[in-house]
């Protein structure tokens, strides 16, 4: 099973290891800070000894990375994983961005079903099943979202069961939610947002979020 790092120290940009497999380009490594795309969050940027990742990705309790064709590592190597962290970090806010603006649009459209989600380092987005636009919400949800980050309110994270590998974020007051991404340490690293309505289709609502830098 690869640790995962980034859970605990998710300001930790770079790691020694020890590569635990490799299948021709394939490699996994004992810890990681190299997240891999998940619940909607893409991946990182970076290296594993000095090898740009093409791809990273889980399986099951394992990340495995592939790296260029014609690499010389193997397995028993001490490696230094590096990431992008200007990347890192742009993608924590807006992943946490993202999950204030759909606890509070939970909390003004009750019953609301989310569809889809997807966190890039430049803005990030939730899908609605809905026959109305949310538009008429966002006002409120950029005002109380503004008043979460201007609170600077802890982010606490932790396991629900370690061992399956599932965690949540916490903010007191606010909202509880089970969540394997990687986050800010407070709600004031966010800062504002500005939202911004997309219909992709009969019965579907997009909202996009982009930060207020």
């Known amino acids: 099973m690869t640790q995962k790092v980034f859970w605990s120290a998710p300001y930790q940009t770079e790691l020694d290891t ?8 394939q490699v996994q490594v004992e810890q990681t800070v190299f997240f891999a795309f998940s619940g909607g969050q893409e991946s990182d940027a970076g290296t594993i000894g000095g090898y740009p990742v093409l791809l990273a990705e889980n399986q099951g309790m394992n990340i495995v990375y592939t790296l260029p064709p014609g690499h010389t590592l193997k397995v028993g190597d001490r490696v230094t994983l590096r990431i992008d962290w200007d990347r890192r970090y742009k993608l924590m806010r807006l992943h946490f961005a993202a999950e204030m603006v759909l606890q509070l649009v939970y909390k ?8 889809g989600a997807h966190i890039s380092p430049d803005k990030a987005r939730i899908d609605f099943a809905s026959e109305t636009s949310l538009a008429a919400l966002f006002p409120v949800i950029e005002q109380e979202a503004g008043f979460l980050t201007k609170d600077d309110r802890p982010i606490l994270t932790a396991f629900s069961d370690e061992q399956a590998g599932h965690r949540y ?10 969540c394997g991404g990687t986050h800010p340490r407070s709600t004031a690293e966010v800062g504002p947002v500005r939202l911004k309505r997309k219909n992709t289709g009969k019965g579907k609502e997009r909202i996009e979020i982009t930060l207020v830098e």
């Open 18 to 25: 020890v590569l635990t497999q490799v299948s021709g380009d």
């Open 108 to 115: 003004h459209r009750p019953g609301i079903e989310r569809i």
């Open 169 to 178: 974020w916490e903010v007191e007051g606010f909202a509880r939610m089970a």
